[in-house]
């Protein structure tokens, strides 16, 4: 079946502006995660979402940053007022037991 | 709390050599480990993973195994190819959590 999957697959905006960024997980994945890779950083966690809910949104670094999952499918991360720091690899996974994580191709985005 | 450490520097190797990457952890309980790969311009992919002490996980002629007493879980081909260069990042997800806490990651390159 088809995998996790992200858009845009590239972004690049203005620093100041708000972006979106999509994540459409795994059919009947209940469990969805966001994390940032960046050179300086490597592979850090964002947010956890089990259902709609989000237990755990420990990782996300300001309030600029926020997610949301709607249907417990589709989620969007949202940056506003973005920042040249924002650059980064933004990776989405989903997982069906909690174990396991599948990860999507990931979202560039690069602010100027 | 929970952490992965990889050996420092990319790893540049000829075909058909043996490949190590050293993985060591820090974690409370008993986590599972993981090692993921990521082929250049693609997401992250599982490679293998291990639940417990002393079990080896094992896929497309990788292997590691699960090492309580020295925490480790460094991954071993013995015969690589070209096809091998990526970059791998171990990481391990600790029972009860939610978050993978991934290592540095090492670049492998493989030479014909």
């Known amino acids: 079946g088809a995998g996790v999957s992200q858009s845009p697959s590239n972004k690049v905006t203005e620093k100041g502006k708000d972006v979106e960024l999509r994540c459409d997980p795994i059919s009947g994945h209940t469990a969805l995660y966001w994390y940032r890779q960046s050179l300086g950083q490597g592979l850090e966690f964002l947010i956890y979402?089990?259902?709609?809910?989000?237990?755990?949104k420990s990782g996300l670094p300001s309030d600029r940053f926020s997610a949301e999952r709607t249907g417990g499918s589709v989620s969007t991360l949202t940056i506003q007022r973005t920042q040249q720091e924002d650059s980064a690899v933004y990776l989405c996974?989903?997982?069906?037991?909690?174990?396991?994580?599948?990860f999507g191709p990931g979202t560039r985005l690069t602010v100027l | 709390g929970n952490s992965v450490t990889q050996m420092e520097g990319p790893v540049t190797l000829s075909e058909e050599a043996f490949l190590t990457i050293n993985c060591t952890y820090t974690?409370?309980?008993?986590?599972?480990l993981f090692w993921y790969v990521q082929y250049p311009g693609e997401g992250l992919q599982l490679l293998l993973k291990?639940?417990?002490?002393?079990d080896k996980g094992s896929n497309k002629g990788f292997e590691a195994t699960y090492r309580k007493e020295t925490t480790s879980f460094h991954l071993e081909k013995g015969s690589v190819q070209v096809s091998d260069s990526a970059v791998y990042f171990c990481?391990?997800?600790?029972?009860?959590?939610?978050?993978?806490?991934f290592g540095k990651g090492n670049q492998v390159v493989v030479i014909p």
């Open positions: 979402f089990q259902g709609n809910s989000a237990p755990d």
């Open positions: 996974a989903s997982s069906s037991r909690m174990i396991e994580q599948f």
């Open positions: 990481a391990l997800l600790r029972y009860g959590n939610n978050r993978l806490a």
């Open positions: 291990a639940t417990k002490a002393d």
């Open positions: 974690a409370t309980g008993y986590p599972s």
